[in-house]
């Protein structure tokens, strides 16, 4: 209460102000203080709470800020945390979720094809080529399995190897050719297949492989040629001394043998090998 030099009694200060004893007016509160009527003194605002000058009552932070006890006014949480309204002190974001600006009300999860290892992050990271991820709030990102691969940085999804390629290790960025004397004939594939006996491949990323027949490396004459083992990527001469068409390598031996007689048509006309393969 006051009373002025005019007053033969004690008034009440109104909200918002105080006096002392024997005070001849009512001063108005801080910031960050407040009062009711007939205050002796100014109380201050709680944390999360803050006030101006000459306040009935303390208001709530707003979400993204907070304040200490005594506060006239509130402070916006940094990036990497955030707040919820009244609140004396911000939180940190959780790992797989960030926040890229001050005065955050919420943290954001990590989209996908990305990652937030740490707590306290103010950005998510793009998972590198071979990783992945297909989900949001990450805290790491997905080696692309066996068989597949991840060529760009923030992918959200891995890809299949195609026919001819693969991959045997988890988080490639691309897929291997099937070298030569082997083959891969299926998508997401962790291995090459050798080539069979009397086959051959001699470039890489083949998704078959050709019969040692069709062998013909000087690209003039083509004798008979064979392979007693898988895998190869040439094949081997055989001795063989008859026309070709009469006479052919037994797989897997390099054995002459004989392909017996051989007449057919073409137009009426009758063509073809009749060399008995015995007789010679």
Same mark, same amino acid.
């Given at each position: 209460?006051?009373?002025?030099?005019?007053?033969?009694?004690?008034?009440?200060?109104?909200?918002?102000?105080?006096?002392?004893? /024997?005070?001849?007016?009512?001063?108005?509160?801080?910031?960050?203080?407040?009062s009711?009527?007939?205050?002796?003194a100014?109380?201050?605002? #709680?944390?999360? %709470?803050?006030?101006?000058?000459?306040?009935?009552?303390?208001? #709530?932070?707003?979400?993204?800020?907070?304040?200490?006890?005594g506060?006239?006014?509130? #402070?916006?949480?940094a990036?990497?945390?955030y707040?919820n309204?009244?609140?004396?002190?911000?939180?940190?974001?959780?790992?797989?979720?960030? +926040?890229d600006? %001050?005065?955050?009300?919420?943290?954001?999860?990590?989209?996908?094809?990305? $990652?937030?290892?740490?707590?306290?992050s103010?950005?998510?990271?793009?998972?590198?080529?071979?990783?992945?991820?297909?989900?949001?709030?990450?805290?790491?990102?997905? #080696? +692309?399995?066996?068989?597949?691969?991840?060529?760009?940085?923030?992918?959200?999804?891995f890809?299949?190897?195609?026919?001819?390629?693969?991959?045997? @290790?988890?988080?490639?960025?691309?897929?291997?050719d099937a070298?030569g004397?082997?083959?891969?004939?299926?998508?997401?594939?962790?291995?090459?297949?050798?080539?069979?006996?009397?086959?051959?491949t001699?470039?890489?990323?083949?998704?078959?492989?050709?019969?040692?027949?069709?062998?013909? &490396?000087?690209?003039?004459?083509r004798? $008979?040629?064979?392979? @007693?083992?898988?895998? /190869?990527?040439?094949?081997?001469?055989?001795?063989?001394?008859? /026309? /070709?068409?009469?006479?052919?390598?037994? &797989?897997?031996?390099?054995?002459?043998?004989?392909?017996?007689? $051989?007449?057919?048509?073409?137009?009426?006309?009758?063509?073809? $090998?009749?060399?008995?393969?015995?007789?010679?």
């Open positions: 209460t006051y009373a002025s030099a005019a007053s033969a009694e004690c008034l009440e200060c109104s909200g918002g102000t105080f006096s002392e004893a /024997r005070s001849s007016e009512c001063t108005k509160c801080d910031g960050g203080t407040w009711n009527t007939s205050a002796a100014c109380t201050d605002c #709680d944390a999360g %709470t803050y006030s101006g000058s000459g306040a009935e009552s303390c208001t #709530d932070c707003d979400a993204g800020k907070y304040s200490a006890d506060a006239a006014s509130c #402070d916006a949480c990036g990497g945390s707040s309204e009244g609140a004396d002190a911000c939180t940190t974001c959780e790992a797989g979720t960030y +926040a600006t %001050t005065g955050n009300s919420a943290c954001t999860a990590a989209p996908l094809g990305s $990652f937030v290892a740490e707590a306290g103010s950005a998510a990271t793009q998972c590198l080529a071979g990783t992945y991820t297909d989900t949001a709030g990450n805290t790491a990102c997905v #080696d +692309a399995p066996t068989g597949s691969f991840v060529a760009e940085v923030g992918s959200t999804t890809t299949e190897c195609a026919i001819g390629t693969y991959t045997d @290790v988890e988080g490639s960025s691309e897929c291997e070298p004397g082997t083959y891969v004939d299926i998508v997401g594939s962790t291995a090459p297949t050798d080539c069979e006996v009397g086959t051959y001699d470039t890489a990323g083949n998704s078959a492989c050709f019969s040692c027949e069709l062998y013909n &490396p000087d690209g003039i004459n004798p $008979f040629y064979y392979t @007693v083992d898988t895998g /190869r990527s040439t094949c081997d001469e055989c001795a063989c001394n008859g /026309r /070709r068409g009469t006479k052919f390598c037994e &797989p897997g031996t390099g054995n002459c043998q004989c392909r017996g007689l $051989f007449i057919g048509t073409r137009d009426g006309t009758a063509y073809g $090998f009749d060399v008995d393969c015995a007789d010679e």
